[in-house]
T-cell receptor
Framework: KQEVTQIPAALSVPEGENLVLNCSFTDSAIYNLQWFRQDPGKGLTSLLLIQSSQREQTSGRLNASLDKSSGRSTLYIAASQPGDSATYLCGAGSYQLTFGKGTKLSVIP | DTAVSQTPKYLVTQMGNDKSIKCEQNLGHDTMYWYKQDSKKFLKIMFSYNNKELIINETVPNRFSPKSPDKAHLNLHINSLELGDSAVYFC?????????????FGSGTRLTVV
């Protein structure tokens, strides 16, 4: 059974800082790992999808890496902005995505 | 055009009632899902369904049942609602099951049982 852990549970940083969010998963036989953001009271917005054959994906200030052998993924956010404040969720799996409990990010102006 | 749409957005109902939540996707995806997000914001899979197979999370009570009239729709029926069913329910879809592809989520249905 897949288990996904996200560290830290919450993070507060001043605007402009670079930061890293961590995700670990127990079953390395995954097809996909996907990072989402969730704003309060809203749905999940996909940020980056890494397929099992890939090592990383980039979109703007976001970079996600995947190391299947160690069961880890990181989401790197460069030059953080207050608009980045949200909960970030990592989902990993093959037939179904299993999610971690998320990292709540606050970027202080 | 909304990719994955859920209705209603909010649902308030009394204990013991039966209710349904509808989900439609226009992405041409083959697999659809229902997730439950509890008060602690933990997102848990309830069902995944394509034309061939329904996979049910073993922790889901049999009061919950998915119904799919066609590939683009997966509705969630809940019988005899209980207070503990209060949560946000998300529908999602992805390309063909077992093949690489990203999930797209709906905006959620906030269910409150009183």
């Amino acid at each position: 059974k897949q288990e996904v852990t996200q560290i830290p549970a919450a993070l507060s940083v001043p605007e402009g800082e670079n930061l890293v969010l961590n995700c670990s998963f127990t079953d390395s036989a995954i097809y996909n790992l996907q990072w989402f953001r969730q704003d309060p009271g809203k749905g999940l917005t996909s940020l980056l999808l890494i397929q099992s054959s890939q090592r990383e994906q980039t979109s703007g200030r976001l970079n996600a890496s995947l190391d299947k052998s160690s069961g880890r993924s990181t989401l790197y956010i460069a030059a953080s902005q207050p608009g980045d404040s949200a909960t970030y969720l990592c989902g990993a799996g093959s037939y179904q995505l299993t999610f971690g409990k998320g990292t709540k990010l606050s970027v202080i102006p | 055009d909304t990719a994955v749409s859920q209705t209603p957005k909010y649902l308030v109902t009394q204990m013991g009632n039966d209710k349904s939540i509808k989900c439609e996707q226009n992405l041409g995806h083959d697999t659809m899902y229902w997730y439950k997000q509890d008060s602690k914001k933990f997102l848990k899979i309830m069902f995944s369904y394509n034309n061939k197979e329904l996979i049910i999370n073993e922790t889901v009570p049999n009061r919950f049942s998915p119904k799919s009239p066609d590939k683009a729709h997966l509705n969630l029926h809940i019988n005899s609602l209980e207070l503990g069913d209060s949560a946000v329910y998300f529908c999602a879809s992805s390309p063909q099951d077992s093949l690489p592809g990203g999930y797209t989520f709906g905006s959620g249905t906030r269910l409150t049982v009183v």
